[in-house]
Structures are given as C-alpha cells and as structure tokens.
C-alpha cells in the first residue's frame, strides 16, 4: 500500500492539512475525509459535473483530479459559496428561480455559474449555457437554472 501523503489547501478560504493516498481523488478527501458532503458523487467519470469545485478559480470535476495534485491550491466547494448568515446572491436565485429539483447536481452548477460570474459578470443565455454543458441535471430541463444564473448576474 502506498504511503499516504500530507497536502496543504486554502479550501473555502481557511488552509487545511490533510492526510491521502496518492489514488484518492478530492472528491473522496473532501467528501469522506473533510465531512463536505455539499460536492455530490454522480458519475465518478467525469461525465455528470455533480462534484465540480473551483481549483485555483477553474470549474473542475473534483471526481478526476487526484488530492495529491492540489498541494498548495485554491479549492472552492458549494459551502464556500455563503456566508454563515445567509445564502450567496446566486443561491438565493436558485431558490427563487426553483432551479432544483432532486439537488445532486445542484452544488455543481452552482460552483460553475460561480465561476462564470467571476470571469463574466453579464453573460448572455447562449454563454451562460455554453459554460454550463459540463454540469447535468436529469430533473430541471435547464431553464429555471440559466433563468437563476441570469437573475444573479443582473443582481450584481
């Protein structure tokens, strides 16, 4: 078995330490070892984008990057969003939207609209859309969701 190794991350803003084996991805550290159960498991291929984090800023599928690698990086995840009193302006629009439905590909649109919004703050439908392809929802039909996104960005 191969030794486990310590990884320092800003995650959610506050540095962690933590203990893995070089084959856990941060979806497994973050979930199973961390206790942040808000990025979801879906595919486990890279596929469904339910556990996408920011990496350094980038929407990334955490189920593909390898804990090892995000010595020393940035990682936000869906409870880095908020604050402890209230819910982001973009969650807040989800909920006003009903951009949800069953919630577990929830937190990762709402990573990657986050994303979007930081490096375009009034993104047309067609981007807003193109920038989401990654993230799937099997409940929603998109609308509601790209409606919210739209409805954050103009809140800005």
Not at 18 to 25: A, D, H, I, K, S
Not at 40 to 60: I, M
Not at 129 to 153: E, M, S
């Amino acid at each position: 078995m191969a030794r486990k190794r310590i990884v320092t991350a800003r995650i959610n803003g506050c540095e962690q330490s933590f203990l893995c084996e070089p084959r856990q991805t941060l979806l497994e550290v973050l979930r199973d070892e961390l206790g942040m159960t808000g990025t979801k498991e879906g595919c486990s291929n890279g596929n469904c984008g339910a556990c996408t984090v920011a990496l350094n800023g980038r929407p990334v599928v955490s189920c593909l990057v390898l804990a090892v690698e995000c010595d020393g990086t940035e990682i936000q995840t869906v409870e880095g969003l908020a604050d402890k009193e209230r819910l982001a302006p973009l969650q807040q629009c989800f909920l006003e939207q009903a951009a949800l439905q069953c919630g577990i590909c929830t937190p990762g649109f709402l990573v990657s609209a986050s994303c979007l919004l930081k490096e375009n703050a009034e993104p047309t439908e067609e981007e807003i859309r193109f920038y989401l392809a990654g993230n799937l929802c099997r409940c929603t039909g998109y609308d509601k969701i790209v409606k919210a996104v739209q409805a954050a960005a103009a809140a800005d």
